[in-house]
């Protein structure tokens, strides 16, 4: 048996047990059967198989098409016909006639012509002769109507004074946000035209605003949430911002102009710079300094510290993460620091300290410029400058496996190396300075200054701690210095008072070893009060929990 007949015929087997009147016709529009309730509601009326659709119902056109009504025996049907294919083609077509049709679509639109009634906007319907075929209750309370009916059927013109919906429907054009006058009010008018089939049927009408009033209400409404939000992006801007220029960073030796003329050069182009200083040289300081000098000034400066973080949130940190992602993942997902430092500078302080697995996902993120978050499905590009700072000999590091060399070149582009203080004594004194009026301004202490022994004292130390020490002891002297504001030797650390010698300089380095045995045993008393709970020990101690872990680490202390 033919495929293509063996299908028809199981679909004219199939149509049987359908309640709906069908019929089937084959590609030439000629009948060739229909289903026992066709047979019932067509019988009487005439002998359908064989003959061509439009014969019994001209109102079908060659192409399918649905919604033809038909009246059979004085009642109302549609007509909706249907293409039948297989795989080769349209082999034929369904009409199925639906007595239903016409009350469930008269019901929606009573539905939907009750709701539009009941809705609070003004809004008026013409057809393509500018009559009224819909008027909304809140418009005819504004026009004064006793209701909506008295004003279907007539000219828009009769209705509305001043309406221009009749000359909408003869331009075609739409009129957005008209003025016009309704009864004493000045009312904002929006007008539609409505096509169909690329003739226009008719316009709608639309009042935004009852009252010009409202409008302006709105304006000025707007007007303060646009002056709200500018501030809370620049506030944003502020906190995100580089807060230090070249101006902030204080002296005037050759060493630290050097530096300083280097890192301005660099800040205005788009390379990956490195900084390179001991402990407490402003390796920070210079971040903010280059961010701010360069193109991307007004995008967000994005500090990230890698030895602060856990190891095991540096990658969330870093690239963020989609909702679900992992047991404890925020609703919604979070963005990493290269999302938020989109358009600006990524600052990676201490890049020493990133762990090797880190290191890899990093110079994958920097060679293909962009990041996949965690649990994400798609990568995302990203325009971030990066900054990186490290008190270690990457180098040396990367001679001992402890640091990939592809990712050293990648990031010592431009490498910026700070002196420390020790090498730039003509500074001391400058730096001090700026620091006590710092100071005072937070301590509240007006005219602080320091004796010429301090000055001395402070210009004979090494600085082992930089200008992060220096500021320390600065602090600490201010806090117990008498009413005259002055600072004398006395109120320095007790290392100062016992001599300016090369002795005494040995004795700051063996300070250093006592405070480190100091620290030790800290931990180590903080452990044992803890039963060896880590977190519990670092909230003890005042220190983030990855903190601990590395001092415990540094000193070899372990828990058993």
Same mark, same amino acid.
């Given at each position: 048996m033919n495929a293509r007949l063996g299908?028809?015929? /199981?679909?004219?087997?199939?149509?049987?047990?359908?309640?709906?009147?069908?019929? #089937?016709?084959?590609?030439?529009?000629?009948?060739?059967?229909? &289903?026992?309730?066709?047979?019932?509601?067509?019988?009487?009326? #005439?002998?359908?198989?064989?003959?061509? $659709?439009? /014969?019994?119902?001209?109102?079908?056109?060659?192409?399918?098409?649905? &919604?033809?009504?038909?009246?059979?025996?004085?009642?109302?049907?549609?007509?909706?016909?249907f293409p039948l294919h297989d795989k080769?083609?349209? #082999?034929?077509?369904?009409? !199925?006639?639906?007595?239903?049709?016409?009350?469930?679509?008269?019901?929606?639109?009573?539905?939907?012509?009750?709701?539009?009634?009941?809705?609070?906007?003004?809004?008026?319907?013409?057809?393509?002769?500018?009559?009224?075929?819909?008027?909304?209750?809140?418009?005819?309370?504004?026009?004064g109507l006793p209701d909506s009916d008295s004003a279907i059927g007539k000219h828009c013109t009769e209705?509305?004074?001043?309406t221009r919906m009749h000359k909408v429907i003869k331009t075609g054009k739409p009129e957005i946000g008209h003025l016009m006058d309704i009864n004493d009010k000045t009312v904002l008018a929006t007008r539609i035209p409505r096509f169909e089939n690329g003739q226009i049927i008719g316009a709608i009408g639309k009042i935004m605003f009852h009252d010009v009033d409202e409008f302006k209400a709105l304006a000025t409404? +707007?007007? /303060?949430?646009?002056?709200? #939000?500018?501030?809370y992006e620049q506030e944003i801007k502020r906190i995100q911002g580089a807060k230090f220029s070249f101006k902030s960073i204080i002296g005037n030796s050759n060493k630290i102009k050097d530096v300083k003329s280097n890192a301005e050069k660099v800040a205005k182009s788009r390379s990956t710079v490195l900084i390179k200083g001991e402990t407490g040289t402003g390796k920070e300081l210079f971040a903010h300094?280059?961010?701010?000098?360069?193109p991307r000034s007004a995008g967000p400066f994005i500090p990230l510290n890698c030895a602060a973080i856990p190891k095991d949130l540096l990658e969330a940190e870093l690239f963020g993460y989609e909702s679900g992602a992992f047991t404890g993942a925020k609703e919604g997902g979070k963005p990493g620091k290269f999302e938020l430092a989109k358009n600006g500078t990524l600052f990676l302080d201490e890049i020493?300290?990133?762990?090797?697995? !880190?290191?890899?996902?990093?110079?994958?993120?920097?060679?293909?410029?962009?990041?996949?978050?965690?649990? =994400?499905?798609?990568?995302?590009k990203i325009d971030v400058r990066i900054i990186a700072a490290t008190n270690k000999d990457l180098w040396e590091m990367t001679q001992q496996g402890n640091f990939r060399e592809d990712l050293y070149y990648r990031l010592n582009v431009f490498?910026?190396?700070?002196?420390?203080?020790?090498?730039?004594?003509?500074?001391?004194?400058?730096?001090?300075?700026?620091?006590?009026?710092?100071?005072?301004?937070?301590?509240?202490?007006?005219?602080?200054?320091?004796? /010429?022994?301090?000055?001395?004292?402070? !210009?004979?130390?090494?600085?082992?701690?930089?200008?992060?020490?220096?500021?320390? $002891?600065?602090?600490?002297?201010?806090?117990?210095?008498?009413?005259?504001?002055?600072?004398?030797?006395?109120?320095?650390? +007790?290392?100062?008072?016992? =001599?300016r010698s090369r002795d005494a300089m040995d004795g700051v380095y063996s300070l250093k070893e006592q405070m480190e045995s100091t620290e030790k045993r800290a931990i180590m008393k903080a452990l044992k009060k803890s039963d060896g709970n880590k977190n519990e020990a670092a909230k003890r101690l005042g220190i983030h929990r990855a903190s601990l872990y590395r001092k415990m680490e540094k000193y070899e202390i372990s828990v058993h």
């Amino acid at each position: 048996m033919n495929a293509r007949l063996g299908y028809h015929l /199981e679909f004219e087997h199939l149509i049987q047990y359908v309640q709906y009147p069908m019929l #089937i016709a084959n590609r030439q529009g000629v009948i060739t059967s229909c &289903n026992n309730a066709a047979s019932k509601l067509l019988e009487s009326q #005439i002998e359908m198989t064989g003959k061509h $659709v439009q /014969e019994i119902f001209p109102e079908l056109s060659e192409q399918p098409k649905s &919604n033809v009504q038909v009246s059979i025996d004085g009642k109302s049907y549609a007509l909706i016909q249907f293409p039948l294919h297989d795989k080769r083609g349209q #082999i034929g077509s369904l009409i !199925m006639m639906d007595d239903q049709f016409h009350e469930l679509l008269r019901q929606a639109v009573d539905t939907y012509e009750t709701a539009l009634m009941d809705l609070s906007e003004c809004i008026l319907g013409v057809d393509e002769k500018g009559h009224v075929n819909f008027l909304s209750r809140s418009y005819a309370n504004l026009l004064g109507l006793p209701d909506s009916d008295s004003a279907i059927g007539k000219h828009c013109t009769e209705v509305v004074k001043n309406t221009r919906m009749h000359k909408v429907i003869k331009t075609g054009k739409p009129e957005i946000g008209h003025l016009m006058d309704i009864n004493d009010k000045t009312v904002l008018a929006t007008r539609i035209p409505r096509f169909e089939n690329g003739q226009i049927i008719g316009a709608i009408g639309k009042i935004m605003f009852h009252d010009v009033d409202e409008f302006k209400a709105l304006a000025t409404q +707007v007007q /303060e949430m646009e002056t709200k #939000i500018e501030f809370y992006e620049q506030e944003i801007k502020r906190i995100q911002g580089a807060k230090f220029s070249f101006k902030s960073i204080i002296g005037n030796s050759n060493k630290i102009k050097d530096v300083k003329s280097n890192a301005e050069k660099v800040a205005k182009s788009r390379s990956t710079v490195l900084i390179k200083g001991e402990t407490g040289t402003g390796k920070e300081l210079f971040a903010h300094a280059i961010h701010l000098a360069s193109p991307r000034s007004a995008g967000p400066f994005i500090p990230l510290n890698c030895a602060a973080i856990p190891k095991d949130l540096l990658e969330a940190e870093l690239f963020g993460y989609e909702s679900g992602a992992f047991t404890g993942a925020k609703e919604g997902g979070k963005p990493g620091k290269f999302e938020l430092a989109k358009n600006g500078t990524l600052f990676l302080d201490e890049i020493g300290d990133l762990p090797l697995d !880190m290191q890899a996902k990093l110079l994958r993120a920097l060679e293909r410029k962009e990041i996949d978050r965690i649990g =994400g499905t798609s990568s995302k590009k990203i325009d971030v400058r990066i900054i990186a700072a490290t008190n270690k000999d990457l180098w040396e590091m990367t001679q001992q496996g402890n640091f990939r060399e592809d990712l050293y070149y990648r990031l010592n582009v431009f490498m910026i190396e700070i002196p420390p203080l020790r090498e730039r004594k003509e500074d001391v004194i400058p730096i001090a300075t700026h620091l006590i009026d710092k100071l005072s301004k937070e301590i509240g202490l007006i005219g602080a200054s320091m004796s /010429e022994d301090v000055k001395h004292a402070l !210009m004979d130390y090494s600085w082992p701690g930089n200008i992060r020490e220096l500021e320390n $002891v600065l602090e600490r002297s201010m806090n117990v210095v008498e009413d005259s504001g002055t600072i004398e030797m006395r109120h320095l650390p +007790v290392y100062f008072r016992k =001599g300016r010698s090369r002795d005494a300089m040995d004795g700051v380095y063996s300070l250093k070893e006592q405070m480190e045995s100091t620290e030790k045993r800290a931990i180590m008393k903080a452990l044992k009060k803890s039963d060896g709970n880590k977190n519990e020990a670092a909230k003890r101690l005042g220190i983030h929990r990855a903190s601990l872990y590395r001092k415990m680490e540094k000193y070899e202390i372990s828990v058993h």
